[in-house]
């Protein structure tokens, strides 16, 4: 069975047909979107049929890299409804020239949860020691009758379009409250605004600065759930830590968020999709990076790690 990654965000995350989906492909204006006959972030597929398999795995992590990967998939059962319970594990192998596959890794998949839904997404840390073809077996014992399995393959790059890990963070001059007269609903689509715009980027990543947690999100056109719980559980960080690292959240779409214009940092993070969260270290150093929804319980140990 294929299921378009479109398609699968719809159906692991919820959504309405004329919302915008997030997590999805990079943004793009309105001109340049495709018949509605295509699946476009402003239209996105219905769920799609079932077709009666056991268990169908996709990839939800809309690049991979060489290197050091949070490796992140949904689970559908015969039905296309997603699975959120049970043990998963994933087997993860080089597909080699000659035809054969050569296993490397394997490891235990966690789920992680939409907004504490039971909608959400399985993930692992996987090192991809090569570039190219790669595949993967996952394995789902659900306790209830023998473990069902399904393979997928994916293509793994030479570097992530985004800053990677142990790169360093962009300096960019993002929008603050000064820019605006305090008026922050012009860079904050949340309702209410967060406060999380008092200072930009760069000014973050100066030197004898805090480290830093950095949200790209766009609430109010993430209609399927995804923007907005992950603004919430940035937002419970910044209440505990605040006196401990900078918080900082850029929208996605410039004002009035139609989702015509890109935010200027949004194009010089290079972001491929939405929402991502990024921990970097008071030497502007990323550390960890986080593409989609990453709970609070994902979140906080990542930057409990460069508070010390």
């Not at 008092?198 to 209609?223: E, V």
Request: hydrophobic residues 40%; negative net charge.
């Amino acid at each position: 069975m294929v299921v378009s990654r479109r398609q699968l965000v719809l159906t692991l995350f919820g959504g309405v047909v004329g919302s915008l989906l997030a997590a999805c492909q990079a943004p793009a204006p309105a001109s340049q979107q495709a018949p509605a006959t295509a699946p476009t972030a402003a239209n996105p597929l219905v769920k799609p049929r079932a077709t009666g398999a056991d268990l169908t795995a996709v990839q939800a992590s809309t690049e991979l890299a060489q290197g050091r990967n949070r490796f992140a998939l949904g689970l559908l059962d015969a039905r296309n409804q997603p699975i959120s319970t049970g043990n998963v594990n994933v087997e993860f192998f080089k597909l080699l020239a000659n035809g054969q596959a050569e296993k490397r890794a394997d490891a235990a998949a966690v789920f992680r949860s939409v907004g504490g839904a039971s909608k959400g997404i399985w993930v692992t840390p996987v090192t991809f020691a090569d570039t190219g073809q790669w595949g993967a077996q996952v394995t789902l014992d659900a306790g209830d009758g023998a473990p069902k399995a399904a393979r997928m393959n994916f293509q793994v790059g030479s570097r992530f379009s985004t800053p990677g890990y142990d790169e360093p963070a962009v300096r960019s001059v993002s929008p603050t409250d000064r820019d605006v007269n305090g008026d922050t609903s012009h860079i904050c689509s949340n309702t209410p605004p967060c406060t999380m715009h008092t200072m930009t980027i760069a000014d973050a990543l100066a030197p004898g600065q805090k480290p830093l947690m950095l949200l790209f999100a766009t609430p109010a056109l993430c209609t399927s759930a995804t923007c907005a719980p992950e603004l919430e559980a940035v937002q419970q960080l910044h209440a505990a830590y605040s006196e401990k690292a900078n918080f900082i959240h850029v929208e996605i779409y410039q004002y009035p968020f139609d989702g015509l214009r890109t935010a200027k940092t949004v194009d010089e993070w290079h972001l491929p999709s939405d929402p991502w969260t990024f921990v970097v270290d008071k030497m502007g150093t990323v550390r960890d990076r986080f593409e989609g929804s990453a709970p609070v319980e994902e979140l906080e140990p990542s930057l409990k790690s460069v508070l010390s």
